[in-house]
């Protein structure tokens, strides 16, 4: 089956032509044909199966072939959720592509920058809109958003918006838009509440199952490393060092585990960079653009943040901490292997996770390779390939090394950067010379007054 056979309209045809796509992935086959007919749809499939496009293409061919409301300007027909602002950038950039042959107008609204630019664009007019909940409720709050005219919602990675909390806030969204509507939800897992926010969402949906959660794809070569923690940062290091590797994906548990992981690696001469919720929206972007251009291709994330990660050519992901929840595991190493791809996945796994592995391998019913031992001892100290990147500088102990006459090495710590600090002495005489200073401006203000 072609795109030109499920009966797209033809400015979509041709944007899909452009992008270089002439067969729809299983997941879109079984998804578009329905959503054109306007059903609801429960869709569950793993990441990198094409899931955007099966939503995207069938909501732009609705909004051009049925009557737009009429009004003086366009006015907000589609609004997809995005649980991140990454993957938000994700799908409206397949937005973009696959509507470049369109009259139609989207915006992206989320948290984490000025709110100015998405305000002033949704005065202009939308008819799609890409959002985050936090900041689409915050500017409903303000009035900036009208969700009346919505036809078509789309809920995407449910399972994270239930991770993340913020399934009170699509609730009160779903309040806001009206009720006669095609719903659509999808999600790579689905849990027991993600079961019961769907049936309360759709109405009578089209159930598209591509891919069972406990598959994983037999393209990816799994093994695990058993390792304590506290010699993990070692043997990633070693890791790093004596294989070949074009990109890798590491997963950390928490923030501070994945900018701890940047620093350990910066020790051993290894560049990497850190994405998740606690970055700036310009470093995140910044961090991403760098890993898909390979000028740092090692990349350490959690899993929400994860989430927006849309790369092809991952060739390692690595497992630094093990999840809580066995389908996430799953999620994780669908990062590489895609597209016919063979790719690897590493897992270490200290003595407190052997319980989390028996999970997954239970859920994926095969046991994983185990690695041979790997020498814990510390990885020699090199200097960096590259400068570290502004973001990172924070998290990577740099120090400079200085030769004596004798030619050995002394570490000598970089200068200490923030404000000049003063002996108590010096701190109290600054202080008291600054208030005469403000005294005697006062009174020469005083007599000019007069």
Known sequence: MSFRELGLAEPVLRAVDAEGYATPTPIQSASIPPLLAGRDLLGTAQTGTGKTAAFALPILHRLLTMPPHQSARPVIRALVLSPTRELACQIADSFHAYGRETHLQLTTIFGGVGQGPQVRALRHGVDILVATPGR?????????????????????????????????????????IPTR??????????????????????????????????????????????????????????????????????????????????????KSGIRAT??????????????????????TPILIATDIAA????????????????????????????????????????SFCDSAERKLLKAIERLTRSALTVEAPVSTEPVPREPLAHEPSAEDRSHQ??????????????????????????????????????????????????RSAS
């Open 307 to 346: 989430r927006g990660i849309d790369v092809e050519g991952i060739s390692h992901v690595l497992n630094y901490d093990l999840p809580h929840e066995p389908e996430t595991y799953v999620h994780r190493i669908g990062r590489t292997g895609r597209a016919g791809a063979s790719g690897i996945a590493v």
């Open 397 to 446: 102990a740099t120090v400079h090394v200085a030769r004596n006459t004798q030619g050995a090495e002394k570490p000598k710590p970089t200068a200490r950067r923030g404000r000049p600090r003063f002996r108590r002495g010096q701190a109290r005489h600054a202080f008291q010379g600054h208030g005469r200073h403000n005294a005697n401006r006062g009174r020469s203000r005083s």
């Open 274 to 295: 850190a994405i998740h919720g606690n970055k700036s929206q310009a470093n995140r972007q910044r961090a991403l653009a760098n890993f898909k251009s390979r000028h």
């Open 181 to 266: 509507r095609q719903t659509i939800l999808l999600s790579a897992t689905m849990p027991q509440p993600i079961a019961e926010l769907a049936d309360s969402l759709l109405n009578n949906p089209t159930r598209v199952r591509i891919a069972p959660v406990a598959a994983t794809t037999n393209l990816i070569e799994q093994s695990v490393c058993f390792v304590e923690h506290r010699y993990k940062a070692r043997v990633l290091a070693r890791f790093f060092k004596s294989r070949s590797i074009e990109r890798a994906l590491v997963f950390t548990r928490t923030k501070r585990g994945a900018d701890r992981v940047v620093s350990d690696l910066a």
């Open 136 to 176: 689409l409720l915050d500017l409903l709050e303000q009035g900036f958003v009208n969700l009346k005219h919505v036809e078509i919602f789309v809920l995407d990675e449910a399972d994270r918006m239930l991770d993340m909390g913020f399934l009170p806030s699509v609730r009160h969204i779903v309040r806001q």
